[in-house]
């Protein structure tokens, strides 16, 4: 009966963590760090997913203070003590993670680290600590980071930009030269801001 209560207790903190106003204050950091990036909507949502739904409800039994006994305990000093400012440096980990599945060309670590010099109030982290932050969500998270419905969502805007680039061929193909001009400049534009 013991053993029951002491889960029962374990899930009850842990279905609490990290509390209404923290997590608040940290879903607003990584939107906040997503606009400054000017992230593409399907890296930001991947990002939001990874940090919300994997990382953060995970962490409380990784760390050990939830009651986990069949697992191991995940440590490292980015965990113990927990700070505001390494919980923003995981938040902006979820998004190099994200970015490296979406994107053709991913933030680098050094892109992220001078955000995070900006926006991240109470330490400075090197590039190094991006690099052990993103081993500790992997682990943290199990390295579960599939996406597969947030896939689908990508696979429906490739195809939204497909058939965009099939019905400026179909009109170049029409038209004289100076409208192959004017839909060259546009295609060309198109795929730069794409890039």
């Known amino acids: 009966m013991e053993v029951e209560e002491e889960d029962a207790l374990a899930a009850a903190a842990a279905s609490a963590w990290p509390g209404s106003s923290r997590r608040r204050h940290l879903l607003q950091f990584l939107l906040h760090a997503s606009k400054r990036l000017d992230l593409r909507p399907i890296v930001k949502y991947s990002a939001l997913e990874f940090f919300a739904s994997r990382f953060l409800p995970a962490?409380?039994?990784?760390?050990?203070?939830?009651?986990?006994?069949?697992?191991?305990?995940?440590?490292s000093w980015l965990l113990e003590p927990l700070r505001d400012s390494n919980l923003e440096l995981f938040a902006l980990v979820a998004v190099w993670i994200a970015s490296k599945?979406?994107?053709?060309?991913?933030?680098?670590?050094?892109?992220?680290?001078a955000l995070g010099d900006r926006i991240i109030s109470d330490q400075h982290f090197t590039c190094r600590d991006f690099v052990d932050a993103e081993l500790l969500f992997m682990e943290v998270v199990e390295h579960n980071i599939g996406s597969s419905s947030i896939a689908f969502i990508y696979l429906e805007e490739l195809l939204i930009h497909f058939r965009l680039l099939h019905m400026l061929y179909?009109?170049?193909?029409?038209?004289?030269?100076?409208?192959?001009?004017?839909?060259?400049?546009?295609?060309?534009?198109?795929?730069?801001r794409k890039s």
């Open 59 to 75: 962490l409380p039994r990784k760390m050990g203070y939830c009651g986990a006994r069949s697992r191991r305990a995940v440590r």
């Open 101 to 113: 599945i979406h994107d053709l060309r991913p933030l680098s670590v050094k892109s992220l680290k």
């Open 170 to 192: 179909q009109f170049l193909s029409r038209h004289g030269s100076f409208q192959s001009f004017l839909g060259s400049g546009l295609l060309h534009h198109m795929m730069k």
